[in-house]
């Protein structure tokens, strides 16, 4: 029987996420339905190429390897692609050797309502459409950018970044900035420094890796030769004096960051280039930018900074 999906850190995938599926999608949007089905069959044993999220995927599940009688993370499958047309991303996951076995195709309808059902704390996809769908009904969702696929098989170690505002933490504080000005923001959260912020759409994921590294503290203890898997990052335009409530917040809800980085507006591909995030979430598309283009960058389409303005 599988491991009991409700206790564990459960993350949902799209084959577009995963896979790099430019040839595909071009026969799709060029040739229609039937051509892509034709297409994708003749290639059945021809793997998929690694896409932008494969390389933070598969340092994911290398967690299992470090607990193997824990097993505490998971990642499921959610595909527009039928069961036919799935066949070939199965294949593919099999090829690259990921412990991926939970699937869902769903024959071009949005993926998001199952999301709590598979208990995911994340569901990233290329398609916008799917994840603001997803991030409107209240599920932890993100979109995930182009950029290079670079996957250091000498490089075990799972980097994830994570602004604050509108995703770890809710986007009230933003609400005041973009409603006043910086002043108002410093004065606002210098007032409220020693209340805690209300969850944002990540705090569940943010939270639950912080006991996943809780179990590597563990490891570590027991065991002073253990190598760790997980390095978690906070890269926040904030600095001084409104750093405290982040902190507050932290202290609050347990939890804790390797590395916090508060930046005073300063651009953060400066930091992410020295980090190398395999993973860097941020609500806000300005700062969704490298010059280099090998940052794995996801958009959390979240809160006041991502309304439409008319």
Sequence with gaps: MPYPI???????????????????????????EKAYRE?????????????????????????????????????????????????????????HGLDISRAAFLEGKSPYAYIPAFNASLFLSANESDVSQ?????H???????????????????????????VIADDASEQVYKGGSLKDFQEHEISRSH???????????FQKLSHLQKLEDQALAEDPDYRRVLRTAIVTARNAPSHERVITTLEHWGVNANEVFFL??????????????????????????????????????????????V
């Design 6 to 32: 409700q206790q564990k850190l459960v993350i949902a995938v799209a084959s577009s996420a995963l896979f790099d599926l430019d040839e595909s999608d071009s026969i799709f949007r060029q040739q229609g």
């Design 140 to 166: 932890p969702a993100g979109t995930v950018l182009p950029s290079q696929v670079i996957d250091n098989q000498n490089d075990p170690e799972l980097r994830i970044a994570f602004d604050f505002d509108g």
């Design 134 to 138: 997803a991030i409107d009904y209240g």
């Design 195 to 205: 209340i805690p912020h209300s969850p944002g759409p990540l705090a569940d994921l």
């Design 39 to 95: 297409y994708q069959e003749a290639n059945l044993h021809n793997p998929l190429g690694k896409g932008v999220a494969f390389p933070f995927v598969r340092r994911f599940l290398s967690i299992n390897q470090k607990f193997p009688e824990k097993c505490p993370v998971e990642v499921v499958l959610l595909s527009r692609n039928s069961a036919i047309t799935g066949k070939r991303v199965f294949h593919s996951i099999h090829h």
């Design 264 to 309: 005073g507006g300063m651009k953060k591909d400066r930091i992410l280039n020295v980090l190398k995030p395999h993973m860097f979430f941020d609500d806000q598309r300005s700062h969704l930018e490298s010059d280099a283009g090998d940052i794995p960058m996801v958009h959390i389409p979240f809160g006041v900074s991502n309304l439409v303005q």
